[in-house]
């Protein structure tokens, strides 16, 4: 069942008051991608992330998914052990990463198959995403995605382009690739982004971006993983709200989200949510 919890609706209210009363001048998102802005269920089956469906619906190669999944059944149980440690975590994870996008560059990735994975429907906005990104351009307040999607900017770009949502005011960071004149993949940029390195510190990588958000000091994140807590690290905010979706264990997961979130949003909750926390 959808619904709407809070940590402190009084605290959440004061802090959000705040914000309303800087206004939209000093305001800036910073959201994920798949499965935030994205749908993580439909008709009560979970939906996939991008690079899933390259990698389940046999896009490039058996030989690629093969190995694929490989490097997913070795790594994956180190993303999600909690025994091990962040630091830890950090490096298996851009290890990982730069296997996959190797993995990537030498099986062959075309633009078109990224065209062919949006054209699939597979990946869904999230109900209510347009009003929310509507109101963001219509405001030109700075939506900043990022993602460690394997397949990167291009890919979020495609998509948004795709659903006519892309707009002058959302910037994305993430992992990118370096392509031929005919679309071929020949490499990729060594920044890479996963999911435990995804704070905004990252932003000063790239000054034009955050030249854009430096003196907007009131931030909403909007977030789907534990780990994203630390969005935030490095930058100086006045106020903070941070509002997650909870897609998935909902029992087992609620209070520990409720502990490091404003708001935790359950099962694709409606994203006009968002819209109308600034009436």
Do not use: C
């Not at 351009?137 to 999607?149: F, Q, R």
């Amino acid at each position: 069942m959808q619904e709407i919890i809070y940590q402190d609706i009084t605290k959440f209210e004061e802090i959000l008051n705040k914000i309303k009363k800087e206004w939209l001048d000093n305001l800036h998102i910073l959201a994920d991608f798949d499965k935030t802005l994205t749908k993580a269920f439909s008709v009560w089956k979970k939906r996939p992330s991008l690079i899933s469906v390259l990698r389940s619906e046999w896009y490039l190669s058996e030989e690629y998914s093969q190995k694929a999944y490989e490097l997913y059944d070795y790594y994956n149980p180190i993303e999600i052990d909690p025994k091990i440690d962040i630091e830890t975590k950090k490096q298996e994870m851009t290890i990982w990463w730069k296997k996959h996008l190797d993995l990537l560059v030498t099986s062959g990735l075309h633009k078109k198959d990224i065209q062919s994975i949006i054209d699939s429907r597979l990946i869904e906005i999230r109900d209510g995403v347009k009003y929310f990104l509507r109101f963001l351009s219509e405001n030109n307040i700075p939506l900043v995605i990022i993602s460690a999607n394997w397949l990167g900017t291009d890919s979020i770009k495609i998509y948004l382009e795709k659903e006519w949502f892309l707009t002058s005011n959302i910037k994305i960071i993430s992992n990118e690739f370096i392509w031929d004149k005919e679309g071929n993949v020949i490499g990729f940029d060594k920044r890479v982004i996963h999911v435990f390195n995804k704070d905004e510190t990252v932003l000063h990588e790239f000054p034009e971006i955050y030249s854009q958000i430096e003196n907007r000091k009131n931030v909403i994140l909007l977030w789907d993983s534990l780990w994203d807590v630390g969005m935030i690290e490095g930058f100086h905010y006045n106020n903070l709200l941070k509002i997650w979706f909870l897609n998935d264990k909902e029992e087992e997961l609620l209070d520990v989200y409720k502990k490091n979130y404003d708001v935790v949003l359950t099962w694709d909750n409606d994203a006009k949510t968002l819209k109308e926390l600034f009436k």
